[in-house]
């Protein structure tokens, strides 16, 4: 018997499984270059054909990330963009009419400093179906994880082709989907991903019955082709984000606005499996 759920994330991939499709998912830096554009280009994320979308929250340290992501954050955070204005961002682009399912990105950081009583209970209000918080300390995952249970969020594991013996523990109790890491390293495009990934997609495959993503370095559309065949989503956050980084002359003036979102659609919608 399934669990019903009415997590807007757990349906998309319920019907994406019903269509035989994987689920594009972009990333992008919330506020990057300004909170009204990010609302724009979730618009159009959604116009290209984004199943789900992942809401990054700028920080001053992000370790994990490379260079376009690391612009991006610090562009976001000129713009005084913190935790809580991205949790409304994702509640302003439901209101507009999105509906997309919202995985929120963060570090851990932000999180205690609002305190993760009010994070959670700010969660579900502003339309959050998931959160993925790629430092989260191994002792405070137990807490996290009851505490997202308990607020109806997945919190969504990430697995590296390191984890290999570990992987049956970070994917047990896990909600919403497993993401595999398809790279050692940092975020950002590549033309080639950890040797043995196949292998690796296939053993986080036999571990859990949640459906897998694999994400970065992924950056074009026969990549994303690629991972769709055997995973059930695809992650796409640098070439995603560096798009938005060069048209953001042209979405600065007025006249020449809707050709720099045009720009971003259309990237974006070359990458759909
Ligand atoms: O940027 P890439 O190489 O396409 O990878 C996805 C990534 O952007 C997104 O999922 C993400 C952004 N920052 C992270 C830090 C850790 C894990 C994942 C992420």
Do not use: W
């Amino acid at each position: 018997m399934t669990t019903e759920t009415t997590n807007r994330m757990d349906l998309m991939f319920r019907k994406l499984k019903s269509e035989g499709r994987a689920a594009l998912i972009p990333f992008l830096t919330v506020g990057d270059p300004d909170l009204n554009t990010t609302l724009d280009i979730i618009r159009e994320l959604e116009a290209a054909g984004a199943d789900i979308l992942e809401l990054g929250v700028p920080y001053s340290d992000p370790l994990a990330d490379g260079p376009v992501i690391q612009r991006a954050s610090s562009r976001a955070l000129r713009g005084k963009v913190h935790l809580r204005t991205c949790m409304e961002t994702a509640l302003k682009a439901r209101q507009a009419g999105s509906s997309l399912p919202f995985i929120l990105f963060t570090y851990y950081n932000p999180v205690m400093q609002m305190g993760l009583d009010t994070f959670f209970a700010e969660l579900d209000k502003h339309e959050i179906s998931g959160l993925i918080i790629p430092d989260l300390p191994v002792e405070e995952s137990e807490d996290m994880r009851r505490r997202s249970s308990a607020a109806g969020i997945n919190l969504i594991p990430l697995v590296a082709p390191t984890s290999s013996e570990r992987i049956a523990k970070i994917v047990s109790g896990a909600s919403g989907f497993v993401y595999c890491v398809s790279s050692l390293g940092v975020t950002g495009e590549r033309s080639s991903f950890h040797t043995g990934i196949d292998a690796f997609l296939e053993s986080v495959r036999e571990a859990t019955d949640l459906p897998i993503a694999v994400g970065f370095g992924i950056s074009t559309g026969e990549q994303v082709a690629r991972f769709a065949r055997i995973c059930d989503g695809v992650v796409v956050g640098s070439a995603i984000v560096r798009k938005v980084e060069d048209v953001i002359p042209l979405l600065e003036q007025p006249a020449t606005r809707a050709e720099g979102l045009l720009q971003i659609r259309e990237f974006v919608a070359q990458l759909r499996p």
